[in-house]
């Protein structure tokens, strides 16, 4: 039996504008066939996980399991609208922007585990998402969100990295991030690519914190080298 969750709406907000990642610079984005800078993927994610998070609650950030694909842009002050549809225990979420459908993800809350970020900063982040459930400063629980920048950084710290593309996660929950957590991230490649023009990356990774407590394995895809259109 299917049941629609509330829906969620966040105005889109590009955190990584000033990036070293010049997809998120309006000028760049221009020249790959892009409106805009494009609000990374990551948030994207964050705005999805806003419906698992207000359906499950801490359990889903203890345990819960997400994948997610990216489609199409979202762009800077554009409205983003999350939708899901639980069935069978499954939650299938959308985000539709620009009368686009833009990224889908499918969250669960698996019924047992499978076997530095400042205080300051997450507080800022949940500001910068748009984020009010009212978990994460009642619990001091940093979103999960920014596990997936932890992997952007693993990318960005070990390859050469001109402008590039957060196209998909997989991320599977095993504790809750604390508020003041350290985060590292113990990371092996596993697919290098080409596929219709562009170079592809996916990483595999064990997030933790602390040095000690694992908070999430995660699959990360990124396109590390977009191909170009030619300037007409």
Known sequence: MTSRLEPYRVSAYNTSKQSENKIHDDAVARRFGFSGGLVPGVDVLAYMLHLPVAKWGRAFLERGLIEARFLKPVYDGESANVTGVENEGAVAIEVESGSELCAAASASL???????WAGDAAKEYLDDIREHDEIYAREGLGHPALLQRVMNKVLVDNAILGPWIHVGSRMQLLSAAKTGDQLTARARVTGNY???????????????ANGRTPLAHCRHIAIYQPREQAVV
């Open 110 to 116: 698996p019924p047992s585990l499978p076997r530095d």
């Open 194 to 208: 080409e596929k219709k023009g562009h170079r592809f990356v996916e990483l595999d990774a064990l997030v933790v």
